[in-house]
């Protein structure tokens, strides 16, 4: 079975004393392990909001996040502990870590702190765990250089070894190529995908990179109003999802080759 997360009849909003705030609801759908899952929508649509729910970082106020990873039959997520989901999650977000005086290998380390229990002493098997991280993204030439000192891009793959580091089946991230330039937003979208592949891993994430994204991932989660459309990029384009999210006035969107053109 592939589908490692499973979302089913879920509703997902912020809880409040006189009434709740939907963003979204009725949501169905599956994350799978071994594809790159990209999360489009226009802003506001509540991207930030799946993602966070996704994580268990809020609670959903109706249906149901199932997760398959390291149990047998689908679990709700609200019956795993903290501590359980610190080894199925790992979470990238959007904001730059504030650190100064730390090096990338100890940045990278920090992934390890769901085993190392209150100490935080790695072990000789955690110190491979944080080498091998390392090697998967790249980033051997960086190990010793301070995290304030890098560029956006390497900041963000060092993020990413640091959630390698985690060793969890799950990878969310929240827009990741954000502040990168476009070389370096391929490289990262490429590098997830190719993880994704050969690591097995199950990884979505949330971007505004749409054209990058059609490129790149083997599925789509589109958010449109009243309802979330899943697909590969083809089968959207061949439904008109796509053209819907898209076209505005001064912009076309061509279905057959995937590609967006501005228009005077």
């Not at 909003?13 to 489009?40: D, F, H, P």
């Not at 060092?158 to 580091?165: D, F, G, Q, Y």
């Not at 279905?255 to 005077?264: C, D, G, M, P, S």
């Amino acid at each position: 079975m592939n589908e490692t997360v499973i979302l089913t009849a879920l509703t997902i909003g912020y809880q409040a004393k006189n009434n709740n705030k939907v963003v979204a609801s009725c949501l169905n759908a599956a994350i799978r392990r071994g594809e790159l899952t990209c999360l489009l929508g226009r802003n506001g649509i509540g991207k930030s909001t799946l993602l966070r729910t996704l994580s268990a970082f809020q609670p959903p106020l109706g249906g149901d996040i199932l997760l398959t990873s390291g149990t047998e039959q689908p679990t709700p997520i609200t019956q795993f502990t903290d501590k359980q989901l610190s080894r199925l999650i790992g979470v990238v977000l959007t904001e730059k870590p504030e650190v100064r005086n730390m090096t990338i290998e100890e940045l990278v380390a920090m992934g390890r702190s769901p085993y190392t229990g209150f100490w935080g002493a790695l072990s000789k098997d955690d110190h491979q765990v944080v080498d091998e991280a390392i090697s998967l993204v790249g980033i051997e030439s960086l190990r010793g250089r301070y995290v304030h000192t890098l560029s956006d891009g390497e900041r963000q793959k060092v993020m990413i070894a640091k959630a390698l580091a985690q060793q969890t089946p799950i990878i969310y991230l929240d827009e990741p190529t954000a502040f990168l330039d476009f070389p370096s937003k391929v490289e990262v979208m490429q590098l997830l995908h190719r993880l994704a592949r050969e690591q097995q891993k199950t990884i979505f994430l949330s971007t505004h990179d749409v054209e990058l994204s059609l490129q790149v991932a083997d599925c789509i989660w589109l958010m449109e109003p009243d309802q979330l459309s899943v697909g590969t990029p083809r089968q959207l384009a061949d439904e008109g999802a796509l053209s819907r999210f898209i076209e505005h006035k001064g912009i076309v969107f061509n279905a057959q080759t995937l590609t967006i053109r501005v228009t005077e």
